[in-house]
């Protein structure tokens, strides 16, 4: 399936910000210069600043330290190919694809259900737009469901996305309950046949509990009328968050049991070194990054084409 074909020339001009804060920098700040402790050190203050995360960078500088000290690295240089081999080393074998309801053995016709979630302010309906075009693409008809009943905006949003795209679209009224209007769309998709269903939730705080129960319910309606559902549990994280990404992902994960990640805004913000902290702190997998603002700017996260985009010759 060539679903959100991954190309590496896009992904490197997303991290454009990351790489000349985090790489760049560093690339100057050792050349030609001999690796000793206190060059280490601003190794480690370097990868603290582009929110790499402190767990992750602590164990990149042990390593670096104990190789340093074994007499394996001895220029500044060196120290650059060792980051990028341990980085790509980080990324263990994991199953980064959109799942769909056919890999459930769920009956066939059923629609495949992607409930996606976030914060307001992360990026949630550009990168239901993203994967809605990205899923048309592929020939494959596509619902939306417009469950941020709390805020207009939010509705009016998806709509304009909807019309753009050719996609269905069901919504409720304005305040009503975000769950029926789940149920409605859930009944929608089964009855006219379609292949996925995207259901938009309120861009709810993480640390707000009441609206934490509001998606719990959201998610056990689904389950309850379509088989197997939701397939997919997407959160939606705003890179430019850094280290407050993570704490969302925890408590999101507590209340509905993400799946993927979509870490969104990738291209604006120098915090790029946030994917590595996400990886280290949650046995969550990255699915999608955004590296644009158009819906045709959405890849697959590859580890080994993000490391090499990070680390790319200016």
């Known amino acids: 399936m060539a679903l959100f074909k991954s190309v590496l020339s896009k992904v490197s001009k997303g991290l454009a910000r990351t790489r000349e804060s985090f790489v760049g920098g560093l690339r100057s700040m050792l050349a030609g ?18 929110d790499v995360g402190v767990a992750t960078t602590r164990r990149l500088i042990e390593g670096l330290r104990s190789d340093y000290k074994a007499g394996q690295l001895t220029r500044g240089e060196d120290a650059i190919e060792y980051l990028k081999r ?58 939306l469901a417009a469950c941020d009943t709390f805020r207009a905006g939010a509705v009016r949003q998806l709509e304009i996305w909807s019309d753009r795209l050719g996609v269905e679209i069901v919504k409720g009224q304005q305040g009503g309950d975000p769950a029926a209007v789940a149920f409605d769309a859930c009944e929608a998709a089964l009855n006219r046949g379609v ?74 913000t120098a915090k790029g070194g946030s994917v590595l902290a996400i990886r280290e702190a949650l046995d969550i997998p990255v699915k999608f990054i955004g590296v644009g603002e158009t819906p045709d700017d959405v890849e697959p996260f590859d580890p080994e084409a993000y490391v090499e985009a990070l680390f790319a010759e200016a």
């Open 33 to 50: 210069r001999t690796l000793d402790d206190a060059l280490i050190d601003e190794i480690e203050a370097r990868l603290i600043q582009s």
């Open 86 to 143: 341990e980085l790509k080393a980080m990324w263990p074998e994991s199953d980064r694809r959109l799942h769909f309801a056919s890999d459930f053995d769920c009956s066939p016709g059923t629609p495949t259900v992607i409930l996606v979630a976030g914060v307001n302010g992360a990026g949630k309906t550009t990168s239901i737009a993203k994967l809605s075009k990205a899923l048309r693409d592929e020939n494959r008809s596509v619902m």
């Open 195 to 268: 292949d996925t269903l995207i259901i938009d939730t309120a861009g709810r705080l993480h640390t707000q509990d009441p609206l934490m129960r509001q998606l719990t319910k959201i998610r056990d309606v689904v389950a309850k009328r379509i088989e197997g559902a939701p397939h997919e549990v997407m959160l939606v994280l705003d890179a430019t968050t850094g280290q407050n990404a993570v704490r969302q992902a925890e408590e999101f994960t507590q209340a509905i049991g993400v799946t993927g990640l979509f870490l969104a805004k990738l291209d604006g």
